[in-house]
């Protein structure tokens, strides 16, 4: 079983740019792919952006709009998801999840097996 932990959320301005890294504990996620969503307060979940296993195929959320860029570094178990030009919209609670059963990655979240316990992000002036 694998246990995962955000970190790096926090209150930022417009325009500012977030970090946020998903620690993996238990077993080691190099075979899975990995993801990113999020869940603004009374709104869906939304697929924010998404890494094969090998880190070579990635896949990002249509509101992305190339501000985000994600990562993993699988000797040190963590994925990262960069957040740049920060918007009001982006505030959410950012969740980090991993699909044990397949290596290439999905953008529905029914893929995902594992998740986190997420990370805040506010965007206000």
């Known amino acids: 079983q694998v246990q995962l932990v955000e970190s790096g959320g926090g209150l930022v301005r417009p325009g500012d740019s977030l970090r946020l890294s998903c620690a993996a504990s238990g077993r080691s996620f190099s075979r899975d792919a990995m993801a990113w969503f999020r869940q603004a307060p009374g709104k869906e979940f939304e697929f924010v952006a998404a890494i094969s296993q090998s880190g070579s195929i990635k896949y990002y959320g249509d509101f992305v709009k190339g501000r985000a860029t994600i990562s993993r570094d699988n000797a040190k178990n963590t994925v990262t998801l960069q957040m740049d030009s920060l918007e009001p919209e982006d505030s959410a609670i950012y969740y980090c999840?991993?699909?044990?059963?397949?290596?290439?990655?999905?953008?529905?979240?029914?893929?995902?097996?594992?998740w986190g316990q997420g990370t805040e992000v506010t965007v206000s002036s």
């Open positions: 999840a991993g699909d044990s059963k397949r290596r290439i990655p999905f953008q529905s979240r029914t893929y995902y097996d594992y």
